[in-house]
C-alpha cells in the first residue's frame, strides 16, 4: 500500500469521525440545550414563589405586630 492509498484511507476515516462529532453536537443543541432551558425555567419559577411566600408572610407578621 503507497502513501496516496494510506491517506485516502486516513480522510475517510476522519471524516467518519466528524460525521459522528456533528450528529452529536447537532443532538445536544436541539435536544438536551432545551431540557436543560426547561429545567431552569421550571427552578425560576420555583424561586419566584417562595420569594413571593416568604415575602408575603414577613409582611403578614409586621402588619400583625403594628395593629
Known sequence: MDQSQKNSIDIARLEGKVDVIA????????N?????EKDMRQLRALVWFIGTTVFA????IIVRSVV
Open 32 to 36: 438536551h440545550l432545551f431540557h436543560i
Open 23 to 30: 450528529e452529536r453536537l447537532t443532538l445536544m443543541k436541539d
Open 57 to 60: 408572610q414577613m409582611l403578614y
